[in-house]
């Protein structure tokens, strides 16, 4: 089986600041990565994916992540927050057979000016 | 395409009435899913189908839900009798072959039902 952990449930951080939130996963076969934001009152939006290939993923609104399997993590970043990067973020892991993805309990980033 | 698309976006209810949600899903997604979200327990998945056939159903909480696809562009979540504690934002999202090496490859969520019951 396989497990999402976001170490961080909430994350304030100030606008223009860099942010990094999160994301260690567990599975005994190679995985598919993702991150999710949820803004408020709205359903979850894919930011960007790791599939294969490089282990740098650029996704929208400036967002990047990192797959590192010796450390299973895929931590979130964005070297300048802007106050609409307020929102509850999700990692979500899936693996090769079926296609189903397990979520992590989310962070919530609260971009303050 | 215009996305996964839900219905109702609000529903508010008795205790005891049953409940309806509705999800068109993305035309060619070959999967569907169900989630609840709530403060306490985050995103559940309770039922996904691939190709309109139920697979994983252990999610879903008790038999009071039911959820079908009758084809492939239209899915259902029923709640009969509904209670307060069904109370929660039901999203329904669709996706591809996870496994398919696919640029566009992803689930895709609907914006989401937010059930009241009272």
């Known amino acids: 089986a396989q497990s999402v952990t976001q170490l961080d449930s909430q994350v304030p951080v100030f606008e223009e600041a860099p942010v990094e939130l999160r994301c260690n996963y567990s599975?005994?076969?190679?995985?598919?990565l993702f991150w999710y934001v949820q803004y408020p009152n709205q359903g979850l939006q894919l930011l960007l994916k790791?599939?294969?290939?490089?282990?740098l993923v650029k996704g929208i609104n400036g967002f990047e992540a990192e797959f590192n399997k010796s450390q299973t993590s895929f931590h979130l970043r964005k070297p300048s927050v802007h106050i609409s990067d307020t929102a509850e973020y999700f990692c979500a892991v899936g693996k090769a057979a079926g296609n189903k993805l397990t979520f992590g309990g989310g962070t919530r980033v609260l971009v303050k000016p | 395409d215009a996305g996964v698309i839900q219905s109702p976006r609000h529903e508010v209810t008795e205790m005891g009435q049953e409940v309806t949600l509705r999800c068109k899903p993305i035309s060619g997604h070959d999967y569907l899913f169900w989630y609840r979200q709530t403060m306490m327990r985050g995103l559940e998945l309770l039922i996904y189908?691939?190709?309109?056939?139920?697979?994983?159903d252990s999610g879903m909480p008790e038999d009071r839900f039911s959820a079908k696809m009758p084809n492939a562009s239209f899915s259902t979540l029923k709640i009969q009798p509904s209670e307060p504690r069904d109370s929660a934002v039901y999203f329904c999202a669709s996706s591809l072959e996870l496994g398919r090496v696919d640029p566009n490859y992803g689930y895709t969520f609907g914006s989401g039902t937010r059930l009241t019951v009272v």
């Open positions: 790791y599939l294969s290939g490089s282990t």
């Open positions: 189908f691939n190709n309109n056939v139920p697979i994983d």
């Open positions: 599975s005994s076969v190679s995985v598919y």
